[in-house]
């Protein structure tokens, strides 16, 4: 069973950078779509940002411009750029990877988490 692994949350202060990175840990075929996701305390969860296998990438507005998905497809792995980070952006982000294994089926795999907290 893949896992993805995801690293670079934490604690930072308004203003400030982080830089998540999302990599399996097994294993992976034919990775199409990458992403990111986050949920905040009461909310549900909202897309952050993707990235497809071609670089067409995609943004929540309340991230635009702050925001910058990239992928290594050689290391398979994703990562999230984060600027100009607000006290709202404070929440739990999601590493999300999708596409076709050997018998063509869909995968979706999920990472477990990294808290993110915006906060002086």
């Known amino acids: 069973q893949v896992q993805l692994v995801e690293s670079g949350g934490g604690l930072v202060q308004p203003g400030g950078s982080l830089r998540l990175s999302c990599a399996p840990s097994?294993?992976?075929?034919?990775?199409?779509?990458m992403g990111w996701y986050r949920q905040a305390p009461g909310k549900e969860r909202e897309l952050v940002a993707t990235?497809?296998?071609?670089?067409?990438?995609n943004y929540a507005d309340s991230v635009k411009g702050r925001f910058t998905i990239s992928r290594d497809n050689a290391k398979n792995t994703v990562y999230l750029q984060m600027s100009s980070l607000k006290p709202e952006d404070t929440a739990v982000y999601y590493c999300?990877?999708?596409?076709?294994?050997?018998?063509?089926?869909?995968?979706?795999?999920w990472g477990q988490g990294t808290q993110v907290t915006v906060s002086s």
């Open positions: 999300d990877i999708k596409g076709y294994n050997h018998y063509g089926t869909l995968y979706d795999y």
């Open positions: 097994g294993i992976i075929f034919s990775i199409n779509a």
């Open positions: 990235i497809t296998s071609s670089g067409s990438t």
